[in-house]
């Protein structure tokens, strides 16, 4: 029959605490790397949808025919967390005094470090003439006109709100006024009536002791 050794060493709590120590660090950086790859893949796949999408809203843009000036912004129905921006702009370089028409798409985001990011594609589409660069310039002159208008409609409108609300509280004030004067004069009118109920009241008493006289005057004549 075998018997245990009685010689046998166990851990000590030293040496107990100092494993545990090294599996927390050990824990911590494992952790730490698995949650880098995390971020890291959540936002190369953002920024995958990133570029689709801006290669959409290019190929769009190319397909279009009637090519004008114009800038366009949405967010992605699929993906909330996708801001895009699209449209066409006409870049003018001092060098050559030449315009230019540019196709550019944009599309923002925030990573995982919650910072903007972006992914822009732009598309020089071609030189654009004395004649396409004055009608340009005319339908630009409309839209600032058009803003414009609006702009002083707006103000006009603003204005007439304005002059109603104060009407409104001066009429306010007039009613008021109005009350104040009522009541006023209900104030005034009350001491009088005070007066001349207590009038009334003092000459039935006055009758009652003349007819009280008589009656004592009879019957003391009587005797």
Not at 40 to 63: C, F, G, H, P, W
Not at 83 to 99: A, C, H, R
Not at 130 to 156: G, H, I, P, W
Request: one cysteine or more; a negative charge.
């Amino acid at each position: 029959m075998k018997t245990l050794s009685q010689n046998r060493k166990a851990f000590t709590l030293l040496e107990s605490m100092a494993a545990l120590f090294v599996m927390g660090i050990v824990t911590t950086g494992v952790m730490v790397t698995i949650s880098n790859c995390i971020d890291s893949m959540t936002d190369m796949r953002l920024e995958q949808e990133a570029v689709k999408l801006a290669r959409e809203n290019m190929e769009y843009l190319l397909a279009e025919k009637d090519v004008r000036e114009y800038v366009e912004s949405g967010v992605d129905e699929y993906n909330p967390n996708l801001s895009w921006e699209m449209g066409y702009e006409v870049k003018t370089f001092p060098e050559t005094d030449q315009q230019w028409i540019k196709a550019f798409s944009m599309v923002e985001f925030y990573n995982s470090d919650n910072e903007l990011d972006s992914v822009e594609l732009e598309n020089w589409l071609a030189k654009l003439s004395m004649r396409e660069s004055q009608q340009l310039e005319e339908q630009r002159q409309l839209e600032q006109e058009y803003l414009d208008q609006l702009a002083e409609d707006d103000s006009e409108y603003s204005d007439e709100q304005k002059d109603g609300q104060s009407s409104q509280e001066e009429s306010q004030a007039q009613g008021e006024d109005r009350d104040a004067r009522n009541d006023s004069d209900e104030d005034s009118d009350s001491p009088s009536s005070q007066q001349d109920s207590e009038s009334g009241q003092r000459q039935p008493q006055s009758d009652f002791e003349n007819l009280k006289d008589e009656v004592m005057n009879m019957f003391g004549g009587q005797e």
